[in-house]
């Protein structure tokens, strides 16, 4: 019989190996006494720059992005060396963009990654909002029109939202409501747009088959697989029900790939659950997996599974999303458990932070929060 304590520990251990899988190490300072890391430093990557930047997000898979500012954050956490400005570059050459691949929610893509996602995932998304297109008297043929309108008017010219939905209406197509939203939503499970280069505090609309060139085409069997091979080893370690609930697969699909991959995972078990992860998931030294991070709103390092208590006792989960009305708040991060959250100051011009942990945060504790908000504070200034 495994202990009630040793049990917890192990579970801990495995919080802590996300840390890694996910690439988020510790908050740097340059100078430190014992050499601090930079975030993502123990990777062995390229520092910095829209060509690290665009590694990172295909090694994620896809990151969470309804928050345009926070995901920022959350690509530049896990890119040694990087800056707002790197992020904002990958945009606008091409290599990152941004879609709803998953649960109708917006993530940032590899941009060569795009096609083959949506074509595992569209059908069953675009059937779950069905209801909500009747709700909005949006038909086949509405659908249809506007994407004739998109492949006009975005021909050689991205678009702010409200400049293509001043365009759809211009063309007879009715926005009013929640119809731009839904608009664009069918339009980019389609493949007709996606988010690209960056427009002042967001991203303008591009067609899809002008701002991504044409990759090699995989059978769904074939994408299925990558598509859980990759999750497990950027997010594991991680069960057969969180792949499904991040994915949106069926249970049989996902079963299928994972037995299909499983070879190139390692398996854990903790009770009754088995786990997956890369071979160098929770290798990195234990300084820097338990060294605080500060981490964004809606991140992966939370919201990539469905089952958060190896990172979240649940007592704090009203905490991290009060309200329950979808908003996750940003997180503190210490030895690969959630200890608190943390937010800007209203109206501050830069951007400091307050944190509001769970419990008194320890002096070294304190110390680390503050080293990770002055990394913060550089990407962002950058």
């Known amino acids: 019989m495994v202990s009630t304590s040793s049990s917890a520990t192990r579970a801990q251990s495995l919080g802590r190996a996300r840390l890694q899988s996910q690439r988020v190490v510790a908050a740097p300072e340059s100078g430190d006494a014992g050499g601090t890391l930079r975030p993502g430093a123990a990777r062995g990557t390229a520092t910095g720059g829209p060509g690290a930047i665009a590694h990172t997000v295909r090694h994620l898979v896809a990151t969470q992005a309804q928050d345009f500012g926070q995901a920022l954050w959350a690509l530049g956490l896990r890119t040694p060396g990087s800056v707002r400005s790197d992020v904002l570059a990958a945009m606008d050459n091409g290599s990152v963009v941004r879609s709803a691949p998953m649960r109708g929610t917006l993530h940032f893509v590899a941009a060569e ?190 919201l990539g599974y469905q089952d958060r208590s190896l990172t979240l006792p649940p007592e704090f989960a009203t905490r991290v999303a009060p309200g329950a009305n979808g908003i996750f708040l940003p997180l503190i991060v210490s030895r690969g458990q959630v200890v608190g959250t943390w937010k800007r100051p209203a109206g501050s011009a830069r951007p400091e932070a307050v944190p509001e942990p769970f419990a008194s945060l320890t002096e070294p504790e304190l110390a680390g929060f503050h080293r990770a908000i002055r990394t913060y504070s550089r990407f962002m200034l950058g």
Request: glycine residues 8%; hydrophobic residues 45%.
């Open 113 to 302: 990654d795009l096609r083959w996602l949506l074509g595992v995932t569209h059908a069953r998304t675009v059937a779950a909002g069905a209801t909500r297109f009747r709700d909005q008297g949006l038909d086949l043929a509405t659908f249809e029109r506007s994407r004739d309108v998109a492949r006009d008017v975005l021909a050689g010219n991205p678009m702010s939202r409200d400049e293509f939905l001043k365009a759809l209406e211009a063309a007879g197509v009715s926005t009013a409501g929640q119809r731009g939203y839904h608009l664009i939503f069918w339009l980019s499970q389609h493949l007709v747009v996606c988010w690209g280069p960056s427009r002042g505090t967001q991203q303008a609309l591009v067609l899809v088959d002008e701002w991504i060139p044409p990759g090699p085409e995989l059978s769904r069997e074939a994408a299925v697989e990558e598509f859980a091979l990759r999750y497990f080893v950027s997010h594991g370690p991680a069960t057969l029900k969180d792949f499904v609930w991040w994915s949106k697969l069926t249970v049989v699909e996902a079963r299928r790939a994972l037995a299909a991959v499983e070879d190139r995972l390692v398996r854990t078990e903790l009770g009754t659950e088995t786990y997956w992860a890369g071979e160098t998931a929770g290798s990195a030294s234990s300084r820097t997996l338990n060294a605080v991070q500060v981490l964004p709103g809606f991140d992966e390092y939370l």
